[in-house]
Structure formats: C-alpha cells, structure tokens
C-alpha cells in the first residue's frame, strides 16, 4: 500500500497550491480519503474528506478556500487551495481508511494508510 503526495511548497499569501495523492495497493474507490496537516509545534489538523461518492466535508478554518476532490478511475486525490494565508503552513498529509473517521485524529495511525506528507509554506 502507498500514498505518496505532492505539489507542495512555498507561495505567497494569497496564493494558490494543488496537492496530489497517489494511491496504490488497495481498493481506493472503496475508501474515505483525507486530508490533514501538522503545523510546526502543533497537533494533527483533520483538513478535508472525501467519501467515494464523492461528498465532502471541510474543516471551518479552510471551508471556503480549500476544495477536496478524487479521481476513482485515477486513484488519486487533491486538495486545491486558494487564498492561501501563513497558518496554512504544515505538512500535509493524505490518509485512507475504509470506515469514517470523526475530525482529527489523535495521530495518523488511526488511519488505515497515510502518506509521508508534503510541505507547504506560505509566507511573503
């Protein structure tokens, strides 16, 4: 099983970013798909999810800016991001798992599978 992520990096505030997940190794059109992030010094943040059928769900502090999306036929999903501000900086990372997990986890290994994360910087 894998999920690699990636189209971090730095951007300005205000700007915009598009992470990409690849999965592989499992039945993705089967499961919940997510997006959390970890900032410097701070916990894990339930960011976005995505049920197979494709209805979403956002964390207040990104409803709005961010729009999550998947590729069943790809095995990928996304997290398109506007407006970018500096507290967006983190790690983001992509997570799998075949039932709904409530808000943010306590760590990632409450998640079936989870990638190695990808950074985002946003700062002038």
């Known amino acids: 099983v894998q999920l690699v992520e990636s189209g971090g990096g730095l951007v300005q505030p205000g700007g915009s970013l598009k992470l990409s997940c690849a999965a592989s190794g499992f039945t993705f059109s089967s499961y919940w798909m997510y997006w959390v992030r970890q900032a410097p010094g701070k916990e894990l943040e339930w960011v976005s999810d995505?049920?197979?059928?494709?209805?979403?769900e956002y964390a207040g502090s990104v409803k709005g800016r961010f729009t999550i999306s998947r590729d069943n036929a790809k095995d990928m999903v996304y997290l398109e991001m506007n407006s970018l501000k500096p507290e967006d900086t983190a790690v983001y990372y992509c997570?799998?798992?075949?039932?709904?997990?409530?808000?943010?986890?306590?760590?990632?290994?409450?998640?079936?599978?989870w990638g190695q994360g990808t950074q985002v910087t946003v700062s002038s």
């Open positions: 995505i049920h197979a059928s494709g209805s979403t």
């Open positions: 997570a799998a798992d075949k039932d709904y997990v409530l808000g943010t986890p306590r760590a990632l290994g409450e998640y079936d599978y």
